[in-house]
């Protein structure tokens, strides 16, 4: 086992010596590969951002329930003592219908109307904050108020959400286009640099075979060096992300100032870094793969 992984180690600071030892070639493909990388994932922490500041000019979505005009004063504890209970609910603000009404003859300025009435036509209603802001939870939560007793009539104030949610499936899917197209690109990329270096190297890798050296030994280095080209442009894109959010913040900062808010756009999580180097180094693996299994098995010792 401690063989093993001294053969792995030795190769791999066999693999970072090649790097430095090409400069120019290295630092070229890094930064064409941090690019490419950035361009989707950069898609994405944007997209985030403007799903958090649209959350926040819109508000917190509602659901309004209305009473059935017969629900009693035991029955409405009861059922406020359950609505906070339930997990799916951050909050609840209870409407009396006299309260209602008064602010109805307010606003509507019919006051002499309904000053007229001989009984309130408005029912006790309550309304109710979400804890998740995602349509689809919305919408469950909704449906099962709607089978509660003595709920009359529910509602959910969710036209910004269904809109929101439109906008970001687009983007979302505009993003997952790009990606896909920019992996394989990658994967083009890596695929013909460990082609050009089995055939440089041809005549090593035929003496190595001449000696007994087995496909996966000879195969290594070149997997070493497509899985450490794909983490280094990983970590070159997250680079490009952070400084361009950092100048984007700056200029930010100056229009938010004229408008009396303050926000900021929030830079990948550690979680989302962790995978935007997880899947470079992944993409760069997944092209030598490809190149050295496609070219290694036409060299044979002559």
Do not use: C
């Not at 403007?50 to 017969?70: K, R």
């Not at 036509?121 to 919408?139: G, N, Q, S, T």
Request: aromatic share 10%.
């Amino acid at each position: 086992m401690k063989n093993i992984v001294l053969q792995h180690l030795r190769v791999l600071r066999f693999t970072l010596q090649r790097l430095r030892h090409t400069p120019g070639a290295t630092l070229l493909n890094l930064i064409v590969i941090g690019i490419a990388l950035s361009l989707p994932v950069g898609g994405y922490v944007l997209l985030k951002n403007v799903q958090a500041i649209s959350e926040q000019m819109a508000g917190t979505p509602q659901i309004s329930v209305f009473l059935a005009l017969d629900t009693n004063q035991e029955e409405i504890s009861r059922i406020s003592k359950q609505l906070k209970e339930h997990a799916a609910i951050d909050r609840i603000e209870f409407v009396p219908r006299d309260l209602a009404l008064k602010q109805l003859q307010q606003s509507t300025g019919l006051a002499d109307v309904i000053g007229g009435l001989t009984q309130n036509p408005l029912p006790d209603a309550f309304i109710i904050y979400p804890v998740a802001m995602e349509v689809k939870k919305l919408e469950l939560l909704r449906d099962d108020l709607k089978s509660w007793p003595k709920f009359e009539q529910v509602q959910l104030d969710s036209s910004w959400a269904y809109k929101l949610e439109a906008l970001l499936n687009f983007g979302r899917l505009a993003v997952f286009i790009l990606a896909a197209m920019l992996s394989f690109a990658l994967i083009a990329i890596t695929f013909n640099t460990i082609r050009l270096q089995i055939l440089t190297q041809r005549e090593e890798i035929e003496v190595s075979k001449l000696i007994g050296a087995t496909n996966g030994f000879i195969r290594r280095p070149f997997l070493y060096f497509g899985l450490v080209q794909g983490l280094l442009g990983g970590t070159a894109a997250w680079l490009i992300i952070a400084i361009s959010l950092k100048l984007l913040n700056y200029s930010l900062a100056n229009l938010t100032h004229l408008y009396a808010t303050s926000f900021t756009l929030a830079n990948l999580s550690f979680s989302d870094s962790l995978s935007l180097l997880g899947f470079s180094a992944y993409l760069g693996w997944l092209g030598s793969w490809l190149s050295v299994s496609q070219h290694l098995w036409q060299i044979e010792p002559r």
